[in-house]
Every structure is written in structure tokens, then in C-alpha cells.
């Protein structure tokens, strides 16, 4: 299948700093990229889905200024985690379908620990 | 709203055993349904999927019916192995977005 990397794998970072994750379609155009994210032993709670060169539209009770999602380009999509705090400590996952009802393939999760 | 619930894990089994793992979901319409599957370290997969009623997905062995009636799409392995041993996850299609449940690890022992 279509490979989705996301980077970094893990990150820390201080309180009050911003942090972000790239998502990449390595080898398709995504015209759809949709960011969870997962707290433990909980499901995949969807953020939001971002479509290439348009607003991303936000999940209920995500904060948009809070998780700045951008999705520039076909291969690119990237979530910036602004002024960070504790509680935003968790596991990350982007994923990226080609459009419509297509195959939706998934990155490998970005651990973000606020301390 | 649209939701699926699965068993709670580990599912500790040994080696070329029956692996069953529930799932049910809630939802208006008659959603597509799909298991994915997490190895250590790699992204979510897609395992397997059905479209409608009746209809069964299978793959690598593995096995899921589409219970209209019951609103359930468990998972099924007749003989499962070591490389078996990941987290599952059951999940649903509304509107294009999926839903997940919380996943369910499986621990498969020699």
C-alpha cells in the first residue's frame, strides 16, 4: 500500500512552546489528510480534515487556534500544537486518502510529551 | 452519534488458537466497516473490509461478517500466530471520516 511518514516520531517539549508534525504522502497525492489523535486505551478521536489548499474544518470542541492545521500541497500537511501545555500531552496520527472513498493510509504517530 | 465499541484488551492467546475479537457500532444508514491493525512501531493498516449486509471481509486469515441485524462486525482467526500480536482496531465510515473504537491488543505467546 501507499506509504504516509510522519515526523517526528517523538517529541518533548516545554510548556508555553509550539510544536509541529509534518504528515507526507510519499508516494501518492493526498487530497485528503485527516489528523486523530489518542489518548491511552482510548479510540482515535478525529481533530480535523484538511483538504489540499483549503481551511481544514475542525472536529466539535477542537480548538482551532489551539492545533493549527495547514495543508499546502498535495504531499504535505502539518499540525502545529501552539502554546502547549500538559494536558495536549499525547499520540498524534495523520492520515491521507487520495479522495473521496478512497483507501485511507496512515502515518506512524507522533508522541508529544509537555513538560 | 455514529460510534463502535470493541472489547477491551490484552487478549493474551497461545500459539494456532481462535481468536475472536467483538465489535459493535451505532449508526444511521448502513456505514462501511473496516478492521485495521497497528504492528509495534508501523501506522495503522487496513485489515479488512465490508460494504453492506452479509458481506464478509477477509484477509491474511482473518475474517469479519457484516451483522446488520446485530450491528456487529466481530473479528475472527482459526489459528493465530506469534506475528500475529498487534492492536486492532474496528471501525466505521461516516461521511467519509472514520470512527474508531479503542482498539484491542492481542498478544499471541509461542
Known amino acids: 500500500g501507499a506509504v504516509v511518514s510522519q515526523h517526528p516520531s517523538r517529541v518533548i517539549c516545554k510548556s508555553g512552546t509550539s510544536v509541529k508534525i509534518e504528515c507526507r504522502s510519499l508516494d501518492f497525492q493526498a487530497t485528503t489528510m485527516f489528523w486523530y489523535r489518542q489518548f491511552p486505551k482510548q479510540s482515535l478521536m478525529l481533530m480535523a480534515t484538511?483538504?489540499?489548499?483549503?481551511?481544514?474544518?475542525?472536529e466539535q470542541g477542537v480548538e482551532k487556534d489551539k492545533f493549527l492545521i495547514n495543508h499546502a500541497s498535495l504531499t504535505l500537511s502539518t499540525l502545529t500544537v501552539t502554546s502547549a501545555h500538559p494536558e495536549d500531552s499525547s499520540f498524534y496520527i495523520c492520515?491521507?486518502?487520495?479522495?473521496?472513498?478512497?483507501?485511507?493510509?496512515f502515518g506512524q504517530g507522533t508522541r508529544l510529551t509537555v513538560v | 452519534g455514529d460510534s463502535v465499541t470493541q472489547m477491551e484488551g490484552p487478549v493474551t492467546l497461545s500459539e494456532e488458537a481462535f481468536l475472536t475479537i467483538n465489535c459493535t457500532y451505532t449508526a444511521t444508514g448502513y456505514p462501511s466497516l473496516f478492521w485495521y491493525v497497528q504492528y509495534p512501531g508501523e501506522g495503522l493498516q487496513l485489515l479488512l473490509k465490508a460494504t453492506k449486509a452479509d458481506d464478509k471481509g477477509s484477509n491474511k486469515g482473518f475474517e469479519a461478517t457484516y451483522r446488520k441485524e446485530t450491528t456487529s462486525f466481530h473479528l475472527e482467526k482459526g489459528s493465530v500466530q506469534v506475528s500475529d500480536s498487534a492492536v486492532y482496531f474496528c471501525?466505521?465510515?461516516?461521511?467519509?471520516?472514520?470512527?474508531f473504537g479503542s482498539g484491542t491488543r492481542l498478544l499471541v505467546r509461542p
Open positions: 471501525a466505521l465510515e461516516s461521511s467519509y471520516k472514520l470512527i
Open positions: 492520515s491521507a486518502r487520495l479522495g473521496g472513498n478512497t483507501e485511507a493510509f
Open positions: 484538511s483538504n489540499e489548499g483549503s481551511k481544514a474544518t475542525y
